[in-house]
């Protein structure tokens, strides 16, 4: 009985997968083996092998004002100030 292989294709930023390639490549792994070995592990697990979270509001303002480049800056004394007052 022979085993069956699919072609998956998808799109992923260019720099990203040069920078995967690279350290893939130090550990003897192609592009292929690392998304084999992906796909492998979410059978095994029953679910993605990493965590995956949502970001929280706060977090989603500050990534939206990087890309608008309106992020504000605070100094350190400003952040515990923060803690401390709640």
């Not at 085993?3 to 997968?17: E, F, G, V």
């Not at 690279?22 to 990493?50: H, N, W």
């Not at 706060?58 to 923060?82: D, F, M, R």
Request: net charge neutral; no cysteine; proline share 3%.
């Amino acid at each position: 009985m022979t085993l069956q292989n699919d072609i998956i294709r998808a799109r992923i930023d260019h720099s990203i997968k040069i920078e995967a390639q690279k350290i893939l490549d130090t550990m003897g792994l192609s592009l292929s083996d690392a998304i084999r070995l992906f796909f492998y592990q979410i059978v095994a697990e029953q679910k993605i092998p990493f965590p995956i979270k949502a970001p929280n509001l706060e977090t989603l303002k500050a990534l939206q004002s990087h890309k608008e480049n309106t992020l504000e800056s605070t100094t350190l004394e400003n952040i515990q100030s923060s803690w401390k007052n709640g």
